[in-house]
């Protein structure tokens, strides 16, 4: 079945408009968050430097295997917490508001919390 077809079959609530198909434009998004990123790099670059009185690569040694492990590690692990406990919110925040919470993991999306087939009104738009 595809897209459209699918947003067809989908029931329209009272005080809700039909569904229709949204999609971000790609492209545009992409290039403003590699000039967002260019921008605050040199931003953290000068607030390290000012913040330690010298360069960011002078403070960063890794001369040891335990070093370069635990570099990695943090690396690694603290965006993915970050994102499980930013999902764990939005999914707390559904069952405060009597929903039923829904958790996994989409390939092209990432971790998700949602509350699938269950009409939210714009007050309670998490």
């Known amino acids: 079945m595809n897209a459209s077809k699918l947003l067809a079959s989908l029931p329209v609530s009272v005080g809700y408009r039909a569904s229709y198909r ?5 492209v545009l998004l992409n290039i403003a968050s590699l000039i967002l990123f260019i921008v605050l790099i040199q931003l953290l ?7 330690q009185g010298q360069s960011a690569l002078n403070t960063l040694t890794i001369s040891r295997f335990h070093d370069l492990f635990m570099f990695v590690l943090v690396l690694v692990v603290t965006p993915v917490l970050t994102i499980v406990c930013h999902e764990l919110i939005h999914g ?26 269950q009409f939210q009104t714009r007050h309670h738009n998490t």
């Open 45 to 51: 670059w000068q607030l390290t430097w000012w913040l």
């Open 22 to 26: 949204f999609e971000f434009p790609k």
């Open 92 to 117: 707390s925040a559904f069952q405060l508001l009597g929903y039923k919470a829904s958790y996994g993991i989409c390939l092209g999306l990432g971790p998700y919390a949602a509350a699938f087939g």
